[in-house]
């Protein structure tokens, strides 16, 4: 049974937050991307199709006024409530290149590291063209918006969303800076317990916070650890990443409360593990609880 749980866990890791292989592709997909970007030609943007293989992707279509455009998203494309009535071609398994192909996209939206990169390649070795993008650090998602924009013709509108965006983020930085690193136990999963590493992404996000992950010294991403762990490390606060209520979660932590104070925090997993502009306001509450 606990394969199973493990099972499950890993594939839902591999779509919504980094893996391991998503770190190691970095540099080059940095300079895959460039390529495929400078090489795009397009239309007017009022007639553009539109596929997105990620739904923070599908975020910024939306985002740039472009959600009419799109003719095909992928798996967990649920915000806003509009994109979730458009035709699915993607999960984690990979891309449906027969169906994204009939679809005759002018765009296609994709995430290096994210999406497989033979499915990256073969759409672009087909003639369709693709827009490739990574994002390793928070002020890459205004970074990238932008680029974003600049293909689609859609740059006022994107200027506006990312100065907001980036000043609100400065200001988090700004008045966090002086905060010792807090110890934080930030989990996505009770069974088997999975927590965070240094490089993880939602690290990044209590590293603004004025915090870190209370297993900083794990050499891997995600790592599985034990109750009695996070008990002799005593962290300041638990952060959950769950769609469950707090309520219920607490059931978790019941029997442990003698020798564990720590606040418990719920933070939303389908925001906080993806590159939208959604981001900014849950950081903003999660660095209220923290601190």
């Keep these: ?8 866990f890993r594939l839902r890791v591999i779509y919504l937050y980094f893996s391991a292989a998503f770190i190691s592709m970095l540099s080059h997909a940095a300079s895959t991307s460039s ?8 239309k007017d943007n009022a007639s553009l199709k539109i596929v997105s293989l990620a739904p923070h992707l599908t975020e910024w279509a939306f985002s740039l006024g472009l959600g009419k455009n799109l003719v ?7 915000f806003p409530e509009e994109a979730k009535a458009i035709l699915r ?3 984690y398994q990979g891309a449906d290149i027969a169906t994204i192909i009939a679809l005759e996209p002018d765009l296609i939206l994709a995430w290096d590291g994210g999406n497989k990169p033979q499915d990256i390649h073969k759409l672009s070795s087909l003639g369709l063209k693709v827009f490739s993008s990574n994002v390793e650090n928070l002020e890459d998602i205004p970074r990238e918006i932008n680029r974003l924009a ?13 100065d907001k965006f980036i000043k609100e983020l400065n200001a988090l930085k700004e008045k966090y800076a002086k905060t010792a690193n807090k110890p934080v136990f930030y989990y996505s ?3 088997p317990l999975m927590s965070i590493g240094p ?6 996000l209590l590293n603004v916070c004025g915090a870190q992950t209370l297993f900083h010294d794990s050499p891997v991403d995600y790592p599985q650890v034990s109750v009695k762990d996070v008990l002799m490390r005593q962290p300041h606060v638990l952060v959950a990443a769950s769609k469950s209520t707090r309520t219920d979660l607490e059931v978790f932590w019941a029997k442990h409360r003698d020798f564990l104070d720590a606040p418990l925090l719920v933070v939303d ?6 590159f939208s502009l959604r981001l900014i306001n849950e950081l903003k509450l999660l660095c209220e609880g923290i601190n």
Excluded at 1 to 8: H, T
Excluded at 150 to 162: Q, S, V
């Design 199 to 204: 490089r993880a992404w939602p690290n990044k």
């Design 72 to 78: 095909g998203v992928s798996d967990y494309s649920d």
């Design 269 to 274: 997993p389908d925001v906080t593990s993806r």
């Design 35 to 42: 390529t495929a970007y400078n090489e795009i030609k397009l």
């Design 89 to 91: 071609v993607a999960d």
């Design 150 to 162: 600049e293909l689609t013709g859609t740059e006022k509108r994107a200027n506006a969303l990312t």
């Design 1 to 8: 049974m606990l394969n199973v749980f493990r099972s499950a």
């Design 189 to 191: 999963w009770a069974v």
